[in-house]
């Protein structure tokens, strides 16, 4: 394994302050993103803080303490919340009552996980890996990040300058930063920017002034139990139709993001703790939020820029950030002190990160050696990133697929799998023992 020639620090190198910082950087690396699914969907901000942070830790539970992975709110269903939204306003039923029942078949969407945990458990890592090739992988990675880039772009358009105001200090501090500074950007460029536009009137804190210090992060109305006081069956039934398949692309970016992580730290998380424990993580953190009216959970690519940026891996660091948001999201104010953040501000530094997704997507092939001198290599790599991004920014943003719709996402994990699958030229041998290149 090659080794990086930049130093790599761990809680005894760089003490409790340190790493409590370091949390809560982690912390506000995934808040652009992992909010931003309850104000689009109309989930409950604090119950998706509060599931976040239990999910992460549910995940490092079954993961042994070892993968440095933070879950935060997955973009991949935000199409089929608003779908089953749209069918129950077909009968009726407004936003709030319908959402339960996305939530719902989010929690039949995670069973899948476990389903493909217990088939590597049985066949072994290496063969089921035989079917997730870095040919597979690194251009779904690359696609997440993409097909997150317009959302980065659009929130940046609310105020160019204090985007790249949050860009401008992630670089700085990056690159010319010494000591913590060094190892804060995302922290400092979040805290640099949100003050100046404060300074400048662009911050609305109406609504920090009207909410309480103290509050329950979510209302059993708002969560699957309640559907099944009186339960709609049609859209039940729809619910999950509709949403389970999207698990597909969770599933691949899933494989991908461990991947990432594996190549970023140069430790073979695949192999130990194993995929199938990682993935049952996942899934039971995706389960466990939806049960409360809370988003789907994903493996964090964000939080993976932040270990690339920083060099610091410590798992205990991921770990405080999920305490960090358990306890805010029992703070209304503070969820609304969040809200009250600048789009541009959210817009500048999802820039960075995103971009940063996509480029471990990069790496994770270079690593692996992929042959691109291969055309069947090519094909594959090709098709996985046209469909993912061409229908995500397509007129119907999904691809109808008799009774229901597959995201882009979904759509070129399937494609990819099965062209590597049947393909001639599969030369990609899983080693389960050997960590990945770094």
């Known amino acids: 394994m090659k080794h990086s020639h930049q130093p790599i620090y761990d809680a005894q190198t760089l003490g409790r302050g340190k790493m409590l910082t370091l949390g809560l950087q982690h912390m506000f690396a995934m808040f652009g993103a992992t909010v931003l699914v309850p104000v689009l969907t109309g989930l409950s901000m604090s119950a998706t803080l509060l599931f976040a942070g239990v999910g992460t830790l549910i995940f490092h539970l079954l993961t042994k303490m070892k993968v440095p992975a933070f879950l935060g709110s997955s973009f991949a269903f935000l199409g089929g919340y608003a779908s089953v939204v749209a069918m129950g306003a077909d009968q009726g039923m407004s936003a709030a009552q319908s959402l339960p029942y996305a939530c719902f078949g989010v929690f039949c969407a995670g069973i899948l996980y476990f389903i493909l945990a217990a088939l590597i458990a049985a066949f072994g890592v290496k063969k089921v890996m035989r079917f997730f090739p870095p040919i597979v992988t690194g251009p779904i990675i690359i696609a997440i990040g993409l097909t997150l880039s317009g959302s980065a772009i659009n929130n940046c358009q ?5 985007a790249l105001l949050a860009i401008v200090i992630i670089i700085v501090c990056n690159i010319w930063g010494k000591g913590m500074i060094k190892i804060l950007p995302i922290l400092l460029g979040v805290l640099g920017s949100y003050i100046v536009a404060a300074c400048f009137g662009l911050c609305d804190f109406s609504a920090v002034k009207e909410a ?3 509050g329950f992060p979510f209302k059993m109305q708002d969560t699957v139990f309640a559907v099944f006081k ?4 049609g859209l039940l039934v729809s619910a999950i139709i509709t949403i389970v398949p999207i698990s597909l692309a969770t599933m691949m970016e899933h494989i991908g993001d ?5 190549s970023t730290v140069g430790k073979n998380y695949l192999g130990d703790p194993g995929l199938h424990r990682t993935l049952m ?3 039971l953190a995706t389960m466990l939020a939806s049960l409360f009216g809370a988003p789907a959970n994903t493996t964090y690519g964000e939080n993976t820029g932040v270990l690339n940026l920083t060099k610091v891996f410590d ?12 306890i805010l999201s029992f703070c209304p104010k503070f969820s609304a002190l969040i809200g009250a953040m600048p789009a541009s501000t959210i817009g500048g530094v999802s820039l960075v990160l995103y971009g940063m997704i996509s480029a471990v ?6 690593d692996n050696h992929v042959d691109f001198t291969s055309s069947r290599n090519v094909i594959v790599a090709a098709l996985i990133l046209v469909l993912a991004i061409g229908i995500k920014y397509g007129a119907n943003d999904a691809l109808p697929i008799g009774f229901t719709t597959l995201s882009g996402l979904a759509t070129a994990a399937l494609v990819g799998v099965i062209l590597n699958a049947i393909l001639p030229g599969k030369d990609y041998e899983f080693n389960a023992d050997t960590p990945e290149e770094k």
Do not use: E, K
């Open 258 to 262: 461990i991947c990432a992580i594996s």
């Open 158 to 162: 609310t105020n160019w300058w204090i």
């Open 212 to 214: 309480a210090w103290i």
């Open 361 to 366: 997507g990069v790496r994770n092939m270079v």
């Open 315 to 326: 798992p205990r660091v991921i770990r405080l950030a999920a305490i960090f948001a358990i």
């Open 230 to 233: 009186n339960p709609n069956w």
């Open 281 to 283: 993580g996942d899934g």
